[in-house]
């Protein structure tokens, strides 16, 4: 009886076994999840110094523009093609005002305020 047991036992295993290969590896559910990172570029001031520093995964045109407390158009630059765009804006000679910082991509704007004194 035991014998009968274990054989039938073997031939169970042996056919979950080829049934199993046949079906191919086991199929697992995967879901991919897109990750979006959104990246605000650093600003650090030093003294009269503020720098700018820009991961642009993209390399899409990223545009800095410097703006005085009237909102007139101090300094404007576009960059495009550069991975890290980096900027040091020096307000050593600059009159006394507060100044606006602006970083614009195609994801939107950032700013940082600069007053000089």
């Known amino acids: 009886m035991k014998s009968v047991l ?8 042996l056919m979950i076994t080829t ?3 046949a079906n191919g590896p086991a199929k697992s559910e995967v879901e991919k999840n897109l990750i979006t990172v959104k990246l605000d570029p650093v600003f650090v001031k030093k003294g009269d110094k503020l720098f700018m520093n820009f991961l642009n995964l993209s390399q899409e045109k990223v545009t800095l523009k410097v ?3 009237e909102n007139r158009l101090v300094f404007s630059e576009s960059i495009e093609g550069k991975l890290v765009v980096e900027k ?3 307000f050593e000679k600059a009159y006394e005002d507060e100044y606006r910082v602006v970083v614009s991509d195609a994801s939107g704007s950032y700013s940082e305020t600069v007053s000089v004194k």
């Open 6 to 13: 274990k054989n039938i036992t073997v031939a169970t295993f």
């Open 67 to 69: 703006y005085d407390s």
């Open 88 to 90: 040091a804006f020096n």
């Open 19 to 21: 049934l199993g290969i």
